[in-house]
């Protein structure tokens, strides 16, 4: 059968690199002192981590050009908000605000606990601050409405008395009181009804809204207010409680959780590590080497990072990740460089070892390091300012571990040589036999005599786990029952990885971004149990000067309505439209608007005893209506899947209107995430390994061997992603960041073992999956346990962002190795063509 090889490109590599051990075995010194002081130096780019980091939520979280984005900025532009005529319907942001939510397990709505929420709300809007030498309360700064603060509805209904709460019927999801007709829909959960009066409720929430205009004091009077209600206690079932800077707040503290962290995980790898280079003989040791090793990986990390930092990059949160992944890259690359100079000749000189320790490492680390980096790159790509950062810095960072591993783990490999060949002990440095003297006892023996190696081949001796997989595993793999088990396993891993991607949810959860132990958790908890039923009131923008007394364009504008009610998550049976306010005043008033003269002149006057509407009209310089909106309630969107179908379904009925219309509400900015995420991760993960692809055929000398290596991409992407929809992880900013990161991991483990395959000198197909395995498969586990540790302990960690991290790194490594050491091996072996020739 024909064979096929590209080893144009592989063999020049090779060679280069062989010339840089040999030049890096010449000057030692020169290479191991040189990175260091070169990462003194960008080091000093940490002075300004303070000043560049960048934790905004809205900022790294969403998509930066987002839709809502820009219908904020028309929704800001024509109705800008009125500070002296309050409505939390009209906010075009979240505004500034505090609330709790008070709940009972059976009806808040008795006069005892509505007492105790009197006596908390009283609590409220007495507290005291002091800004700027002065005392403030609620009532100084509070939003106001006609002069007056703005209030909570079902507390005006009582009229501040518990006790008339049996005296009235209470409705809902509307109420007409003497203040006319009011929304219990945010201030009410979980409510039971007969008709339309309210019988139960578990629960009532509360909001005060704070002025805008001075951020200094309303943040001083919200932190009070968190203060005061994490002091409080009521008789009360229980309290939530949250403000509108709660979310950034908490969001801020998660990376302090990680720090002890990192110095656990730091440990455990360094342990790790050097036990697994440890020899029993006391010149071969590679105990320093280890332990350079992971130095080497500290020096990316702090080169890489004050660099970027010095740069002005900002750092965002998820780059607090980035140690914990090229701790174990740069161990992995170590490992490959320590097995192929054990493989070297102990009786050249140090020079030509670590030439030929450097050809044939060459295309190992450099493809992995390569596919690493450009699936990294690729996903700055993203429109997510957190997956940006986070691949930039991750990306910059393995190329300095690849740089440090090639010149300074290098030259310590030279110095490290130097000490074996003059036959000096490991830690000590002094020269010792290598046979035990004549009298000597058997402790002398283990720990003054070293420097064996097999006489046989002239290269050092093998660890007895490394000839586990030449002498045991590669024999047991390539038997036909053992294959046969190993393609059923695949197609079994392969139909519930399938299974699991059909059943991926999409976005990230906001309260996912603070910590577990954090306040506004439970918050979340209570919102999602008893105020999850009601979406948000959707404003609907005219984007465009309309004829509104206009028969025909009435009827355009009507039908679009229309449509809108049709969806299935909005409310049929309410919308809030100052137009139909004022068809309703002109008729009870018998008056004439059917003309441009009688319609503007009527609807001064009837805007004047309603300036809440007035806030809906946007007039021109020429007193031309330019805008006008309207509102909708949304209704079960209690999933992010029927968030992301509400949000879709608007815009497109927006779309579809003759009129042009635009769709918004302060929410939809982190919704937005949902229409980007599948399609951006798909195109990233798709151009990827078509790169990785392209990066193979290069460098790999056999291009069925390479498609290989682009199956087992697929494999592991389809793998990670759909078992981590079964381990309860949303595709979202956080878990797109690995799933780019499992492209790059996917690529180390076949690569390595489709090299070794190709490259083997061996004639059967099944004998050339044994000796790759013999070659690589010790280095390829050492590397996978040494990543895994190198993230268990965010296992650990109280923030969700911080365990997906681990959960995903976790399938990634788990379904890279078996890919890489089971499944791959057994499939090379099906094809006759992979072949050396």
Not at 281 to 300: E, H, M
């Given at each position: ?415 490290n040589g130097q000490r074996e060949t003059s036959n000096r002990h490991w830690f000590t440095c002094v020269k010792i036999p290598v046979d035990c003297p004549p009298g000597k006892s058997r402790r002398y023996a283990i720990c003054c005599v070293g420097g064996a ?110 449509d809108f009610k049709k969806l299935d998550y909005v409310d049929k049976n309410f919308s809030l439209s100052w137009l139909d306010s004022f068809q309703s005043y002109a008729n009870a008033n018998y008056l004439d608007i059917n003309s441009e003269n009688t319609f ?16 809906d009209i946007h007039f021109d310089a020429d007193n031309k209506i330019r805008s006008s909106r309207f509102f909708l309630q949304t209704l079960n969107i209690n999933t992010t899947k029927k968030q992301k179908d509400m949000l879709i379904s608007l815009r497109k ?185």
């Amino acid at each position: 059968m024909a064979k096929y090889r590209t080893d144009c490109i592989e063999k020049p590599i090779r060679m280069c690199f062989r010339i840089i051990g040999h030049f890096i075995g010449t000057h030692p010194w020169w290479f191991f002192i040189i990175p260091v002081i070169i990462s003194t130096a960008l080091g000093t780019g940490f002075y300004f981590l303070e000043k560049r980091t960048s934790n905004d939520i809205e900022k790294e979280f969403t998509p930066r050009e987002g839709p809502a984005k820009m219908e904020r900025i028309f929704i800001q532009e024509y109705f800008p908000q009125n500070e002296s005529m309050f409505s939390s319907l009209r906010l075009n942001t979240d505004g500034t605000y505090a609330c709790f939510i008070a709940t009972s397990k059976t009806n808040i709505l008795t006069v005892p606990l509505l007492e105790d929420i009197l006596v908390l709300d009283s609590k409220v809007r007495n507290m005291t601050v002091e800004f700027e030498d002065e005392l403030w309360q609620y009532v100084d700064i509070c939003a106001t409405v006609n002069g007056s603060c703005s209030s909570n509805a079902i507390l005006d209904i009582i009229g501040y008395n518990a006790s008339k709460v049996d005296l009235i019927n209470l409705t809902f999801p509307t109420h007409i009181s003497t203040f006319g007709r009011v929304s219990l829909r945010s201030t009410l959960g979980s409510v039971k009804r007969n008709n339309s009066i309210v019988q139960s409720a578990k629960a009532i929430q509360l909001f005060y809204y704070l002025r805008e205009s001075n951020k200094a004091r309303s943040d001083i009077w919200l932190t009070e207010f968190i203060k005061l209600l994490t002091e409080d206690s009521t008789n009360v079932t229980e309290v939530s409680y949250s403000t509108s800077m709660s979310r950034q707040s908490e969001f801020e503290k998660v990376p302090k959780s990680i720090v002890p962290l990192f110095s656990i995980t730091y440990t455990i790898t360094m342990s790790f590590t050097i036990v697994s280079c440890l020899r029993l003989d006391n010149v071969r040791n590679k105990v320093w080497v280890a332990t350079v090793g992971v130095f080497s990986t500290g020096l990316a990390v702090l080169s890489s990072f004050g660099m970027l930092l010095l740069m002005g990059v900002p750092f965002v949160m998820t780059v607090s990740t980035c140690p914990f992944l090229i701790l174990g890259i740069g161990i992995d690359d170590m490992f490959i460089m320590i097995s192929c100079w054990q493989k070297t000749n102990v009786h050249d000189s140090v020079v030509d070892r670590l030439a030929d320790t450097y050809q044939d490492a060459a295309i190992s680390i450099s493809i992995t390091t390569i596919t690493d980096v450009l699936a990294l790159y690729l996903g700055f790509s993203s429109p997510f300012g957190s997956v940006q950062t986070f691949c930039l810095y991750a990306g910059t960072a393995i190329l300095f571990c690849y740089f440090y591993n090639i010149i300074f783990l290098g030259a310590f490999l030279a110095l490290n040589g130097q000490r074996e060949t003059s036959n000096r002990h490991w830690f000590t440095c002094v020269k010792i036999p290598v046979d035990c003297p004549p009298g000597k006892s058997r402790r002398y023996a283990i720990c003054c005599v070293g420097g064996a190696y097999d006489h046989d081949t002239g290269t050092e001796e093998e660890q007895p786990i490394s000839g586990f997989f030449g002498k045991y595993y590669g024999p047991f793999l390539t038997k036909k029952w053992t294959k046969a088990s190993i393609v059923f396993l695949y197609a079994a891993y392969l139909a519930v990885s399938v299974y699991g991607c059909l059943e991926l949810k999409e976005g990230i959860d906001l309260r996912n971004l603070a910590s577990d132990d954090s306040y506004i958790s439970k918050y979340y908890n209570d919102i999602s149990a008893h105020f999850s039923h009601n979406g948000p009131n959707v404003m609907v923008a005219v984007n465009k000067s309309l004829a509104y007394w206009e028969e025909d364009q009435l009827k355009n504008l009507s039908s679009c309505i229309t449509d809108f009610k049709k969806l299935d998550y909005v409310d049929k049976n309410f919308s809030l439209s100052w137009l139909d306010s004022f068809q309703s005043y002109a008729n009870a008033n018998y008056l004439d608007i059917n003309s441009e003269n009688t319609f503007k002149r009527n609807l001064l006057p009837f805007l004047e005893k309603r300036p809440m509407t007035r806030q809906d009209i946007h007039f021109d310089a020429d007193n031309k209506i330019r805008s006008s909106r309207f509102f909708l309630q949304t209704l079960n969107i209690n999933t992010t899947k029927k968030q992301k179908d509400m949000l879709i379904s608007l815009r497109k009925t927006a779309e579809k209107c003759p009129i042009k219309l635009l769709v918004y509400h302060p929410s939809f900015i982190y919704l937005d995430q949902y229409t980007v995420i599948v399609d951006n991760t798909i195109q990233t993960i798709v151009v990827a390994t078509v790169l990785m692809l392209a990066i193979s055929l290069l460098l790999i000398p056999n291009p069925l061997c390479s498609l290989w290596v682009a199956f087992s991409i697929g494999s592991v992407i389809v793998g990670v992603a759909g078992f981590m929809a079964l381990w309860d992880v949303s595709l979202d900013s956080i878990s797109m960041i690995n799933l780019i990161i499992c492209i790059g991991f996917s690529v180390n483990f076949s690569a390595h073992v489709s090299y070794a395959f190709v490259s083997s000198t061996k004639a059967d197909s099944n004998e050339k999956a044994v000796d790759a395995l013999a070659h690589l498969g010790f280095p390829i586990v050492q590397g996978a346990v040494s990543t895994l540790l190198g993230v268990v302990a965010l296992s650990f960690s109280e923030s969700y962002i911080f365990r997906t991290f681990f959960k995903l790194m976790f399938l990634v490594i788990t379904f890279g190795l078996v890919h890489g050491v089971a499944f791959l091996p057994v499939f090379l072996t099906f094809v006759g063509m992979c072949r050396n020739g």
